[in-house]
């Protein structure tokens, strides 16, 4: 009679344990790039790489190009994992466990202020400015 009752409870539990949550990495982040005047960029290629250190070991990236206003758009940035892997991987990688993106701009351009970095519970940045390439020293 026990064991048909714990065998339930068992597959409860590791079912509770196993399943994989979906958890937000970096939010929708719409971003304007412009010129140290002030004008948007349009055409411009925007590189946004992001990862949640503690529940993966490899990093994403995907790429964007500005529309008429200079605004590029990245969707939202998930992933999965189950309650034991939340428990494992913040061990396997030990003190990195937080979910982190930027924004990088490609082409003939560097960025005058820093770089976009998304940090959790932070607003987003809603814009980058550009210049022309930095001299090679």
Do not use: C
């Not at 714990?6 to 344990?17: D, F, Q, R, S």
């Not at 971003?31 to 990093?59: C, F, M, Y």
């Not at 309650?83 to 960025?111: F, T, W």
């Amino acid at each position: 009679m026990r064991k048909k009752l714990w065998l339930p409870i068992l597959a409860v539990l590791l079912t509770g344990l196993l399943f994989p949550f979906e958890t937000t990495i970096v939010p929708p982040w719409r971003i304007q790039v412009v010129d140290k005047a002030g004008t948007p960029l349009r055409g411009v290629t925007v590189t946004e790489h992001w990862s949640h250190s503690s529940l993966e070991h490899n990093g994403h990236e995907a790429e964007a190009t500005t529309d008429e206003g200079g605004y590029v758009t990245f969707p939202v940035r998930t992933i999965r994992a189950s309650l034991l892997g939340r428990v494992i991987g913040p061990m396997q990688n030990v003190g990195e466990g937080h979910p982190a993106a930027y924004l990088l701009v490609l082409g003939d351009y560097s960025a005058v202020s820093d770089e976009p970095y998304y940090v959790p519970r932070r607003p987003l940045a809603a814009q980058i400015v550009v210049g022309p390439p930095r001299a090679s020293p």
